[in-house]
């Protein structure tokens, strides 16, 4: 049974080294949040997982990582200064902040429950501006920015001569981005910095009806096959009214989350709307010469844009179960072991010195390929359940028998069975029952 409350993975995340309130020492700043040792482990398993699902198994998408800090021409050209806002209104009564698209009935404040009592809606950019110079108020303007796609699209010549791929071809990029947001909410969803995965495909337009369709079935398998169930994940076409002014398509990733199915991640038909922005506002050419068919054109472009932080959030919270072993109850994450923050717990079954050197052993044999803790604290039993609770799917145990038959017993997270394994065949048994 996924976690129902989101205060079920707040509280255990906290509690495990997940996820913590930013500078907390001094009160916390709202909406940000840093990752804990296991937190930071797991946010990296997603990011590689959608790496190795998105660039290592194909042949056709390239990696980048641009720079966070842009001129203001990306923006202008990309639209987001002009049009990257949200309506804002603030109620006159409990001088609450909401965004107006939002709000489920648009004339009732839902913090006071006062009718009418909004201000006119503002449009509000959602875009962090700095100064790049040394000394305040001379330096040039820069932004923050608000997405990691635009760096596909500026580097998009670069990359294309560089890398002499032709269109089916894609560029991925991981990384920071940052938004001003009226109302972050709910934990790690939505919140002011955030990490992104997103990949640009572009593609000869008359293949984009088929490659959008193509990229929103992958998106969505991508999370079933890194453990959510199928029936919380869901795809969402957008209605006409819905769509942005240059896209043809667009369909969003839902997860059920407690408050019901909401944007895991956006698959749109951007068509040739932001390479030929980009070639106007800087005079570079952005378009493809195809020597086969001798025709210059403008790739379509298919965006899958997905959130690693807010996907993290949704993992946890699939991932999360409460069952009972031998009378007791657990609490357990069953993390998909790409995604765990550790793939093996070594545990030594006591802190004897006899046991030590082996224990040690048998984790420096197996962290060479894999994320590894080593717990010799408190009793085995507790030490499983900590494992249990933090989802880690495989743990080995190193008791005194050990020591006479080179053999250690290693425990399934989720059905708890457990099997001794000869050390000399522990990695090879081992990467057999997870797969990797
Ligand atoms: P929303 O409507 O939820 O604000 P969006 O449609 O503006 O999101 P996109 O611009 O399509 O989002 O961004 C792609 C993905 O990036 C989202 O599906 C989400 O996973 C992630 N994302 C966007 N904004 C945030 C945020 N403030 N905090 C965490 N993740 C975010």
Known sequence: MPAQDLDQIV???????????????????????????????????????????????????????????????????????ANFSDPLVDCTECKTRHRLDKLDDPETCPNCGTKNSFTEAREFNLMFKTQAGPVEGTGADAYLRPETAQGMFTNFAQVLQTSRKKPPF?????????????????????????????????????????????????RRNWYI???????????????????????TGTSDVEFKFPWGFDELEGIANRTDYDLKAHAEASGEKLDYFDPQTNERYVPYVIEPAAGATRAMAAFLLAAYDEDEINGEKRTVLRLHPRIAPYTIAVLPLSKKDTLTPLAHDVRKLLADRYMVDYDETQNIGKRYRRQDEIGTPLAVTVDFDSLDDNAVTVRDRDTTDQVRVPIDELLATISARLGF
């Open 11 to 81: 509280g255990l995340c906290k509690r495990r080294g997940f996820v913590y309130q930013s500078a907390e020492i001094y009160g916390g700043f709202r909406s940000t949040y840093d990752y804990g040792p296991l937190g930071s482990l797991m946010l990296r398993n997603v990011k590689d997982a959608w790496v190795r699902s998105m660039v290592q198994q194909r042949d056709d998408v390239l990696l980048i990582d641009a720079a966070i800090l842009g001129p203001p021409q990306v923006w202008q050209a990309s639209g987001h200064l």
């Open 170 to 218: 894609g560029i991925a990029q991981v990384g920071k981005s940052f938004r001003n947001e009226i109302t972050p909410q709910n934990w790690i969803f939505r919140t002011r910095e955030f990490e992104q995965m997103e990949m640009e495909f572009f593609v000869p337009p008359a293949e984009a009806d088929q490659w959008y369709e193509y990229w929103c079935n992958e």
């Open 225 to 247: 096959e890194h453990g959510v169930p199928s029936d919380m994940v869901m795809l969402r076409p957008h209605d006409a009214d819905e769509l942005s002014h240059y896209s």
